[in-house]
């Protein structure tokens, strides 16, 4: 079954520095999610992209954080400038069409020192 | 925006019992609602969902309810295994076009052998 591909598993960086976490969406899925975890906590939205563009974003996703899809496989999330309050797991997701399941990654546990 | 709660936030069962999990939602005009089990290490893994237009769902031992008068909806498993044992999450959403899934808090099912 296809799934999710999520890069790095886990990534270890310092405060201040710029962060890429990686994901391979399902080959034929439209609709990409970008989603975080602060451990012990609920899983939270940060941006959603469809057709080239952020269809929506939270407040959480600020100034510090873009996403692009620079081919046609890869999804990417960045974070500019990392606090220690971005340490937590992202969650990458898609979906076929605007009316199916969201399917994730594994995640990328995020460990800002 | 929508707003998703989540009870009990830890249910210890025997193995064989039932257990339930319910969330209740604030938006009536969400209509899509899943259900994702959390295994530690990996990513939250649909595992049942149901839509607005019905009020009950199985899949073999799980299933779901819905009352959207109440605006709320449980899960219902049955014939507990040790292998259920997990962070259960309940969403909902509005579901089309990109729309976002908000979740609830998570359950932690311990199924005792």
């Known amino acids: 079954e296809p799934e999710v591909t999520q890069t790095p598993s886990h990534q270890v960086t310092q405060m201040g520095q710029e962060v890429i976490l990686r994901c391979v969406p399902i080959?034929?899925?439209?609709?990409f999610y970008w989603y975080r975890q602060i451990l012990g906590q609920k899983v939270e939205f940060l941006v959603s992209f469809y057709n080239n563009e952020i269809s929506e974003k939270s407040e959480i996703f600020d100034d510090q954080f873009s996403v692009e899809r620079p081919d046609g496989s890869n999804f990417t999330l960045k974070i500019r400038s990392t606090k220690l309050e971005d340490s937590a797991m992202y969650f990458c997701?898609?979906?076929?069409?605007?009316?199916?399941?969201?399917?994730f990654g594994n995640g990328t546990r995020l460990t800002v020192t | 925006g929508e707003n998703v709660e989540q009870h009990p936030s830890t249910l210890s069962v025997q193995e064989g019992d039932s257990a339930v999990i319910k969330c209740t939602y604030s938006d009536s005009a969400s209509n899509y609602f899943p259900w994702y089990k959390q295994e530690l290490g990996k990513g939250p893994q649909l595992i049942i969902d149901i839509r607005s237009n019905v009020g009950e769902k199985k899949d073999q031992r799980i299933a779901v309810t819905l009352n959207k008068t109440a605006k709320h909806f449980s899960l219902h498993i049955t014939e507990t295994q040790p292998e259920d044992s997990a962070v259960y999450f309940c969403a909902a959403s509005i579901n089309s076009g990109y729309s976002t899934l908000t979740f609830g808090k998570g359950t932690m099912l311990l199924v005792s052998p």
């Open positions: 997701a898609s979906k076929r069409a605007d009316n199916s399941p969201l399917h």
């Open positions: 080959s034929n899925h439209l609709y």
